[in-house]
């Protein structure tokens, strides 16, 4: 076969391929320095041959080159994107000591456009161990190139799944963007100052019938535009859609909020329900006045257990069916929630 290639080269001298193919071939034999060799003038004559590509890279690592490396990967991704997934699982192993590290965050922060796509592969299932991409979108955090919030997101809903709930919340708190830092408490923009990031440990809105959600709520319902406001109209309500996951050790705790009501009829209630989720278990449900109030101050006082390692506050009625008999009205208005730790 490699008389046959080599007869080939004459008529094919500025094909990358055949090169490729006999490097392949010395490679085969053993013949691993002539088999690089091939390899390289293969990448000289098309730079994204990608079996010339994929040898190279590993040739480079193992003579510890990881500039020559990450370059090489950066190109094999740009005009292979397939390959990012396949690829994924391997990269915390090939640049997990420092100078290879050091490469690969380097062509992270220049923002490729396969950035998102590879952080989101180190992020899902067939990397293993997320906590290499967490480390990854952290240092990126005190860079010229931060995490996207969508990156962000990806990332935090794998330490989900995996229940590492702890490398989550760090993960969340170490990328938050400059402006958003003051927001953080055990509630995260427990003022409502900020639209939703899909981020775990943001506030999170799905829009439900019969209920109108607006975050933050804007000039026309508050002075501020601040706030989270609900406008109910006229028919049954089951679900609110407000959600935020947070992170309590246990302990004793309030939960405040300041809220102001307009006509507020609500036939089935309206609270905020705080719930361990793993394993799940109700932790506390604080009811919402009806009727006619401003600037309300409501405390409620409740304890996190033992083994209730992360939880999720949401908004909800009391509703399990729909009944035109039962048709919420009116508008309320948020102004705040915070959970700070019981004074002893």
């Given amino acids: ?23 392949e071939i010395l490679r085969r034999r053993g013949q691993d320095e002539a088999a690089y060799a091939m390899f390289d003038h293969a990448l000289v004559l098309a730079s994204t041959e990608i079996h010339a590509l994929q040898w190279s890279i590993q040739h480079a ?32 192993g090939v640049f997990s000591d420092a100078a290879g590290y050091e490469a690969l965050l380097d062509l992270v922060r220049a923002t490729p456009p ?15 161990d997320a906590g290499f991409a967490a480390r990854l979108l952290q240092d ?15 990332l935090l809903a794998g330490l989900f799944k995996r229940k590492q709930y702890d490398l989550a919340y760090r993960t969340f708190l170490l990328t938050l963007a400059p402006q958003e830092k003051d927001l953080s408490g055990y509630v995260f923009d427990g003022g409502f100052r ?21 975050l933050p709520s804007g ?24 959600e935020q996951y947070v992170l309590l050790p246990p302990g004793a705790y309030e939960l405040e909020v300041k809220a102001t009501a307009v006509a507020a009829d609500l036939p089935k209630s309206l609270l905020w329900s705080l719930d361990c989720i793993d394993p799940g278990q109700p932790v506390l449900r604080a009811d919402v ?24 506050l949401s908004l909800r009625t009391k509703a399990v069916a729909e009944s035109w008999s039962n048709r919420y009205s009116g508008r309320i208005l948020f102004h705040h929630i915070r959970i700070s730790a019981a004074q002893t």
Avoid: H, K
């Avoid at 990126?140 to 990806?154: C, K």
């Avoid at 000039?219 to 407000?242: H, Q």
């Fill in 1 to 23: 076969m490699e008389r046959a290639v080599r007869a080939a080269v004459p008529l094919n001298a500025g094909d990358a391929r055949i090169y490729s193919l006999l490097g």
């Fill in 61 to 92: 690592v193992e003579a510890g080159d990881y500039r020559r490396a990450a370059q090489q990967l950066d190109a094999m991704f740009r005009r292979w994107p397939e390959r990012i997934g396949p690829i994924a699982a391997a990269v915390p």
């Fill in 289 to 312: 006045p009806a009727g006619d109030y401003r600037d309300r101050i409501l405390r409620y006082s409740f304890s996190i257990p033992q083994n209730c390692p992360a939880q999720v």
């Fill in 194 to 214: 900020q639209a939703p990031s899909g981020r775990r440990f943001d506030w999170t809105v799905r829009q439900q019938p019969g209920v109108t959600l607006t």
């Fill in 140 to 154: 990126l955090a005190v860079g010229p190139s931060p995490p996207t919030p969508a990156e962000t997101a990806r």
């Fill in 114 to 128: 396969w950035r998102s796509r590879l952080l989101g592969e180190l992020s899902g299932d067939a990397a293993g």
């Fill in 219 to 242: 000039d026309g319902r508050s002075p501020s535009g601040e706030g989270l406001a609900l406008e109910f109209n006229e028919t049954p309500v089951l679900r609110i859609g407000v």
